[in-house]
């Protein structure tokens, strides 16, 4: 499991959704519709907590492959 620098609790697991998205520039209005809430049938209204939401595109991309190949993840 990987685990990230925010939010990053040492005693207990927190499951995360990951959302890949085609195109960066839709990223800011995922975002909002995940926080504002869902309606999810069966769970009721659902709100989630965004992480690395504000990370440039490029900059995101030069990251992950740095650490890639880097065997650091």
Do not use: W
């Not at 995360?16 to 998205?21: A, P, Q, S, V």
């Not at 907590?49 to 440039?56: G, K, L, V």
């Not at 595109?57 to 650091?72: G, N």
């Amino acid at each position: 499991m990987l685990l990230d620098i925010m939010g990053y609790h040492s005693q207990r697991d927190v499951l995360f959704l990951k959302i890949t998205l085609l195109l960066p520039k839709l990223i800011p209005s995922a975002k909002r519709v995940l926080e504002q809430g869902l309606d999810v049938p069966g769970y009721g209204l659902k709100s989630y907590q965004c992480f690395e939401t504000n990370i440039d595109f490029d900059t995101r991309y030069l990251l992950v492959q740095l650490y890639v190949k880097q065997d650091i993840v």
